[in-house]
């Protein structure tokens, strides 16, 4: 930040008077300079109460996108648990007068805003998770044993004002909503002070903290041995030879001791495993740090797509190896076939939600280069109905059928069945609703929850009619170990 710097207040006074009539919420922000500031650093600043998130983007999984998106102390926190959710505001709490998703869809239709230019796509709105358990709100299926206490099934911040950083032109956008109501003028004066103190906050030096002395991470401890896991397995494939489901991801939960900083691992995370999606998200007691291959489902205007990513190639160590992996992954006959049925699930999904007609697919099975591995990789892309609000494209893809199974209902239902644990957070979705009624989520089953003095994390396999326990315990193994790398790392960089 550039001390001494009085930026413009976009919009002034008087323009803001104009736009926010009828009661409509208009985003109020001024630009710094920051060409000395990085995100990670800025959230270092901002990060002084219970609640804070982080979210930051790679295209094509080689270099950074243009805007990463960071904020704290909300304006309200929405928590549920089961059937239960209860509203956070300040120090008062109060219980949901419905059931979750009721009131989740009370709290993200809002009011009309007004879209100004210059401002990414989110600039405002609610930020957060949906974990594995959210799944029963749009299933009605019963609640199942975890195993032991967990954390709340969903969790979103509301934010209050976000920081913005535009990779490209080195600045910073600190932005934040007001409505004008009766007194636009008072809205907008206090949207100001609501932007000059969050400035003042970045613009404070802050040194890094000093080394601390932080144990060394034990092996993990796998919610299933190698001979429960195989059990699993098989009784996946029996469902699978009965017609069930056509396919069943079964996953098993890593979990060490950890008493290092959830900051010093989502900087581990950048760097170990950087990815389209890299979110930090603090969220009271708990904190969840990691990233993601690609979307789920966003809506953008007036359309919704759904990224469909399968199959996995490490990263070829010349030109001529990494062309004869990618010709692996788009010839092979089970990366084919797999990938083809989750694309055919995700053009179903999004036909639930979408203007007959409109989807369709875009980049059949193109390979995608990311920092460690190679992906097949597919869009899904259509219209939603007018009547479609965030939660109906939601319910329609949600969880990922990577991450569960073909069909949906069938495989969470199997599930809940093979698996002894609730995976919480880390077997759902990460992302932000914004003020406008668009939405961006990823799969959060590359992401460790940070609780209790304790790592926890999903490592999962698809099992298929011919697929052997072995094969897929060596699956697990090979998704655990990036985020174990990840926890090694951090432990690292905290020492």
Known sequence: MRA??????????????????????????????????TPVSAFRKIDDGKYAFLLESLEGGEKWARFSMLGSRP???????????????????????????????????????VALPGLPR??????????????????????TATGRPGPPDAVLLVTGVVTVFDHVAHTVKVVTYARGGSAPEAAWAEAVERLD????RLEVPQAWPASSQVATAERPVSSLTPERFASAVEGAR????????????????????????AFEVYRAVRRTVPSPYGFLLRLGGFCLAGSAPGSLVRRVEDGMEAHVLSGARPRGRGAE??????????TGERERAAHTLLVDQARGDLGWAAEPGSVGTRGWLEVERQSRSLHLGSSVRGRPRQDAGPLDLVRAVFPAGG?????????????????????????????????????????????????????????????????????????????ARDLWLVLQRATGAAR
């Open 4 to 37: 001494g710097y009085d930026p413009p207040v976009i919009p002034g006074c008087d323009e803001f008077r104009a736009l926010a009539a009828g009661g409509r919420q208009v985003p109020v922000y001024r630009e710094v300079p920051a060409d000395h500031e």
């Open 75 to 113: 304006r309200r926190v929405f928590v549920a648990r089961g059937d239960r959710c209860e509203i956070i505001e300040g120090d008062v709490t109060r219980a949901g007068a419905g059931p979750p998703l009721v009131e989740l869809q009370a709290l993200l239709a809002g009011q009309p805003a």
């Open 122 to 143: 989110f600039c405002g709105g609610a930020v957060g998770y949906l974990g594995g358990g959210a799944a029963r709100w749009f299933e009605r299926r019963p609640a």
């Open 197 to 200: 103190a969050e400035i003042a």
């Open 238 to 261: 029996a469902h699978i030879r009965a017609g069930d489901v056509l396919q069943l991801t079964l996953a098993r939960r890593l979990s060490v001791p950890a008493q290092v900083p």
């Open 321 to 330: 190896e990494e062309q004869r992996l990618e010709e692996e992954l788009q």
């Open 403 to 479: 991450d569960c199974g073909v069909p949906r209902a069938r495989a969470l239902e199997l599930i809940d069945r093979l698996e002894p644990v609730s995976h919480g957070p880390c077997t759902g979705a990460v992302g932000y609703f914004d003020q406008r009624g668009g939405l961006d989520l990823c799969s959060s089953a590359r992401s460790l929850l940070l609780a209790d003095g304790r790592a926890d994390w999903s490592a999962g396999a698809v099992i298929a009619a011919d697929t052997g326990p072995e094969a897929a315990w060596r699956e697990t193994e090979d998704r």
